[in-house]
């Protein structure tokens, strides 16, 4: 059993997030009907740093960490959507409509043991 699975992990995460526009509705038509606008989305960019420390105190190795998850949903601490993204401390969430959300993020280890989640953001999508 690895050290990891025996402790939980204490996530310091820092979420750097930058909102892009991915889309922009509607154009020009000939046709006399009105165009059906396209909904507007956007993408949210995501970072975050590994993981140093154990919440015992202890250091955590990278080479420990197995990969991350990015946990979001649209009310404070309910987070309907679980993305597993592997071993990257970055990902950016596609075709985001106008909302509140709040994200955090867990690690994993080898054996599939989660960390807590991180510091919730808020991100607000308009």
Not at 38 to 58: E, Q
Not at 71 to 88: C, E, F
């Amino acid at each position: 059993m690895s050290p990891i699975s025996r402790l939980s992990i204490r996530i310091l995460i820092w979420l750097f997030i930058s909102i892009f526009f991915v889309a922009c509705g509607g154009g020009g038509s000939t046709s006399s009907a009105s165009p059906t606008p396209t909904p507007l989305t956007k993408s949210i960019a995501l970072s975050w740093s590994s993981p140093t420390g154990r919440t015992d105190g202890s250091n955590v190795s990278p080479t420990d960490i197995a990969g991350y998850k990015l946990h979001y949903g649209t009310s404070p601490g309910v987070y309907s959507k679980t993305i597993n993204v592997g071993n990257i401390t970055s990902y950016t969430l596609n075709s985001m409509s106008f909302n509140t959300y709040y994200i955090a993020v867990s690690a994993y280890d080898k054996n599939s043991v989660d960390s807590a989640l991180s510091r919730e953001q808020m991100i607000i999508v308009k």
